[in-house]
T-cell receptor
């Protein structure tokens, strides 16, 4: 059974700081890994999708890496801004033909002005 | 539509009543997921539809929960005889059925059972 863990559960940083969020998964037989952002009371917004054959993906100030063999992914946020404050979730797609998404519990990020 | 649409956005119901939650996936997306997010908890998988294949119902928490998908598009999640522990945000996502594709989520339905 796939399990996804995100560390830390919460993180508070001053504006402008670079930061790293961590995601680990127990079964390396994944199709892809997706990072999402969730604002309070809202749905999930997709940030980055990394295929199992890729090592990293970049979008603006965000960079996500994937080490499938060790079951780890990191989300790097450069020059953080108060608007980055949200919960960040990672999810892996695996499970044979059912392509089930398994989520971590998320990291609550607060960027202080 | 441009994205995944869920309705209603909020629902308050009395304990014991039945509720129906609706999800309109992105046009052309044949894979559809339902998840539940309880206060302070992670996303809990409920059910997965893939094209015309039998759905994966392994996440449904009890027989009070059921879901259907008509015509391979709109999906309805039904909760019968609601209980207070059913209070949560119910999220729907869709994707192309191919395994390497991205999943897109709706804004969710916040269900409160009083």
């Amino acid at each position: 059974k796939q399990e996804v863990t995100q560390i830390p559960a919460a993180l508070s940083v001053p504006e402008g700081e670079n930061l790293v969020l961590n995601c680990s998964f127990t079964d390396s037989a994944i199709y892809n890994l997706q990072w999402f952002r969730q604002d309070p009371g809202k749905g999930l917004t997709s940030l980055l999708l990394i295929q199992s054959s890729q090592r990293e993906q970049t979008s603006g100030r965000l960079n996500a890496s994937l080490d499938k063999s060790s079951g780890r992914s990191t989300l790097y946020i450069a020059a953080s801004q108060p608007g980055d404050s949200a919960t960040y979730l990672c999810a892996v797609k695996s499970g044979g033909s059912n392509y089930k998404l398994t989520f971590g519990k998320g990291t609550l990020l607060t960027v202080n002005p | 539509g441009a994205g995944v649409s869920q309705s209603p956005s909020n629902k308050v119901t009395e304990k014991g009543k039945d509720v129906e939650l609706r999800c309109d996936p992105i046009s052309g997306h044949t894979a559809l997921y339902w998840y539940r997010q309880s206060l302070g908890q992670g996303l809990e998988f409920l059910i997965y539809f893939q094209g015309n294949s039998a759905p994966d119902k392994s996440g449904l928490p009890s027989d009070r929960f059921s879901a259907e998908r008509t015509g391979g598009s709109v999906s309805t999640l039904t909760i019968q005889r609601t209980q207070q522990e059913d209070s949560a945000v119910y999220l729907c996502a869709s994707s192309l059925v191919e395994k390497r594709t991205e999943a897109f989520f709706g804004q969710g339905t916040r269900l409160t059972v009083v």
